[in-house]
């Protein structure tokens, strides 16, 4: 069995370009963890940016290792060997374990990853003789609490600002007493250690000037699903104040990279690959993009952009992508109905999204994906009979221009997330959200693909995403991978899920996440719902 990890990880190594090797000799190792597979993992441009910036210091070898669930390539249910990418060592060999976390559904492969290594899952189980374990991520930064008693310390906003306190406190204290260290940490802005109570709220960290730091693609591979594309982040941030966005929140303020700083990576990018992609939570905001495609069209790049704007698709942005050979433009209308979109502050009306279909048409791009959620709050059935109304409006449109353009839809349940407007209001049952979709699904029928996240795994979510630290014991009893070992986790630790799903919580409660301070006051927020209802 460990034969076949070795063999399997030189495999997926041998098809990589850009890995980075360093000699451990006087160097802390890392080893820096993505609690999912490879083919996913490698996908991430934040866990491919730390990566670097941990090798950047001269004092540290980093090294990635992916969590593979067993008998997912070797076939068994034994325990697949955790060894990193670079030399094949195990996880015991290292000093330092960093976790990505962009995903809560990645909370359940902590234990697993931890239990493999033979490490105790709960920081306060383990001593001097233990790696120090690090967490990171997206999911930091909206909501640590269900995972931090697994964690020493969590880097609590960018990398770049973060991780040089962060190594230099670890290159002078790891050899020295654990608590000491910590307490350490604790003192670095932007650094929460679970451990110490009496650290109050942890400001959130984030970079000023983005073009002092180019974040890009460091490992080309195509073993995933961005195969052998080099990724530029174009920009930090969102203004567009989306209620049900917790990202565009968290990532605040809004911060883009200058035209000549995206140019230049990308002319390093094309000395690696033909293919670009730009990335960012709102990259069609970017002031400077229809330069930006332009030059990269007339360099011959194979161009993707992560995902457009219904109210700015640019005639220059989607000649460049046909030109380019893309196949899909991204669209997220979010909502069918004009109120519902006012509801979540989406401010993009139904004359924006049919002269995008109609620009999409006219350029015959292959593929146009949309993005939809279903259970919103202020959701009727009627809402849901809209989205059927729009897209079927859009299709006509489509067949007007003779286009070869499919409509793929993608449609998610609504997940209230932590650090939004939306924080306190409940989910939508999943009987109400599955006869919506079936509502969907059959007016759809000859004129759309319809794919749809499960509400029962949307209700997971809800839970991961709002809970607080007693959420630890059921991670380390479900699996992760049915909803029955998940319930049965729930009731062996005798919590009710609906306490955190389907409950409206009130504005002067404490929440598992106030711990975070974001730079968005819950005051802001809670005009914000208010907004929303009106």
């Known amino acids: 069995m460990a034969w076949d990890a070795v063999k399997e990880v030189k495999r997926r190594r041998s098809f990589e370009e850009g890995t980075l090797f360093k000699d451990w000799g006087g160097r802390i190792p890392v080893a820096h963890i993505y609690p999912n597979s490879y083919y996913l993992g490698m996908c991430s441009l934040g866990f491919q940016t730390v990566y670097r910036l941990i090798n950047d210091d001269e004092h540290f070898?980093?090294?990635?290792?992916?969590?593979?669930?067993?008998?997912?390539?070797?076939?068994?249910?034994?325990?697949?060997?955790?060894i990193s990418i670079e030399s094949q060592r195990p996880l015991q060999d290292f000093a330092v374990l960093s976790f990505?976390?962009?995903?809560?559904?990645?909370?359940?492969?902590?234990?697993?990853?931890?239990?493999?290594?033979?490490?105790?899952?709960?920081?306060?189980?383990?001593?001097?003789t233990h790696p120090l374990i690090l967490g990171g991520g997206p999911c930091t930064l909206?909501?640590?609490?269900?995972?931090?008693?697994?964690?020493?310390?969590?880097?609590?906003?960018?990398?770049?600002?973060?991780?040089?306190?962060?190594?230099?406190?670890?290159?002078?204290?790891?050899?020295?007493?654990?608590q000491a260290l910590l307490d350490a940490l604790a003192k670095i802005p932007g650094v929460y250690v679970p451990s110490r109570a009496s650290q109050g709220q942890v400001t959130k960290q984030y970079l000023k000037q983005v073009d002092d730091y180019p974040t890009h693609t460091v490992i080309l591979t195509r073993e995933t699903a961005l195969s052998n594309i080099y990724i530029i982040e174009?920009?930090?941030?969102?203004?567009?104040?989306?209620?049900?966005?917790?990202?565009?929140?968290?990532?605040?303020?809004?911060?883009?990279?200058?035209?000549?700083?995206?140019?230049e990576q990308a002319r390093e990018g094309l000395e690696r690959t033909k293919r670009i992609g730009l990335l960012g939570i709102a990259v069609a905001d970017h002031p400077e993009l229809d330069d930006i495609v332009t030059r990269l069209k007339e360099w011959g790049a194979?161009?993707?952009?992560?995902?457009?704007?219904?109210?700015?698709?640019?005639?220059?942005?989607?000649?460049?992508?046909?030109?380019?050979?893309?196949?899909n433009v991204t669209l997220a209308p979010e909502a069918g109905s004009e109120n519902l979109r006012r509801v979540i502050n989406k401010g993009v009306d139904e004359e924006d999204i049919l002269r995008a279909f109609e620009k999409v048409a006219a350029y015959n791009i292959a593929q146009l994906k949309l993005y939809f959620m279903l259970g919103l709050p202020e959701e009727r059935d009627e809402d849901a009979q809209a989205m059927v109304d729009l897209v079927s409006r859009g299709r006509e449109i489509i067949q007007a221009h003779k286009a070869r353009t499919k409509i793929a839809l993608n449609v998610s349940p609504f997940v209230p997330k932590p650090g939004t407007a939306f924080q306190w209001v409940p989910m939508t049952r999943p009987e109400i959200i599955r006869r919506r979709l079936e509502m969907v699904r059959r007016g759809l029928i000859g004129k759309a693909e319809v794919r749809s996240d499960s509400p029962e795994w949307s209700e997971v979510q809800t839970v991961l995403s709002r809970a607080g630290r007693e959420l630890a014991p059921v991670l380390e009893r479900a699996d992760g991978r049915s909803l029955s070992s998940w319930r049965r986790a729930l009731r062996d630790c005798q919590i009710d899920p609906d306490r955190y799903v389907y409950r409206r919580w009130e504005a002067q409660e404490t929440l598992p996440w106030d711990i975070i301070k974001t730079g968005v006051s819950k005051k802001f927020l809670a005009l914000e719902l208010a907004r929303s209802a009106r």
Request: charged share 25%.
């Open 302 to 327: 194979e161009l993707s952009i992560s995902s457009l704007r219904v109210d700015n698709l640019s005639d220059a942005v989607l000649s460049a992508l046909s030109q380019t050979g893309a196949q």
């Open 142 to 178: 909206i909501n640590p609490e269900p995972v931090a008693p697994f964690f020493d310390a969590f880097a609590m906003g960018e990398g770049e600002v973060t991780l040089p306190g962060m190594l230099d406190a670890i290159h002078g204290g790891l050899d020295g007493n654990r």
């Open 234 to 263: 174009t920009s930090r941030g969102c203004t567009r104040g989306c209620r049900f966005c917790a990202v565009g929140y968290v990532l605040r303020p809004m911060r883009h990279r200058s035209k000549e700083v995206i140019l």
């Open 100 to 128: 990505t976390l962009s995903y809560e559904q990645d909370y359940f492969n902590i234990p697993k990853v931890l239990r493999a290594a033979k490490i105790p899952l709960y920081a306060k189980e383990r001593d001097d």
């Open 61 to 82: 070898v980093c090294e990635r290792v992916f969590w593979e669930e067993p008998g997912m390539r070797y076939g068994g249910t034994s325990p697949i060997p955790l």
